[in-house]
Nanobody, 116 residues
Framework: QVQFVESGGGLVQPGGSLRLSCTVSGLTFSLYAMGWYRQTRGQQRELVAAISSGGTTNYADSMKGRFTISRDNAKNTVYLQMNSLKPEDTAVYYC??????????WGQGTQVTVSS
């Protein structure tokens, strides 16, 4: 059984920072690509950042330079450091594990609200 523990969300002011954490159990974490996706009410879920099993990262254009994804395989944890947050970053952020294109698991999501 694959389980996710996501944490680090909350309320921050514009320009502030948050660090999201996602710890995964029930799979061989080091073999999986990890990603963060977000979804606003009424919108499709979109890629925020992803990191491959080998450590290669990619980001959505709007997140480049502000967000950093990293992973600690010893802790089965992926992180998303979010800086210079904007109100439009407000969303539920979901952790995802993927092995190839057919083995995909999603976390429960954590709310990030950016507001003054």
């Amino acid at each position: 059984q694959v389980q996710f523990v996501e944490s680090g969300g909350g309320l921050v002011q514009p320009g502030g920072s948050l660090r999201l954490s996602c710890t995964v159990s029930g799979l061989t974490f080091s073999l999986y690509a990890m990603g963060w996706y977000r979804q606003t009410r009424g919108q499709q879920r979109e890629l925020v950042a992803a990191i491959s099993s080998g450590g290669t990262t990619n980001y959505a254009d709007s997140m480049k330079g502000r967000f950093t994804i990293s992973r600690d395989n010893a802790k089965n944890t992926v992180y998303l450091q979010m800086n210079s947050l904007k109100p439009e970053d407000t969303a539920v952020y979901y952790c995802r594990s993927a092995l190839g294109s057919r083995t995909i698991y999603w976390g429960q999501g954590t709310q990030v609200t950016v507001s003054s």
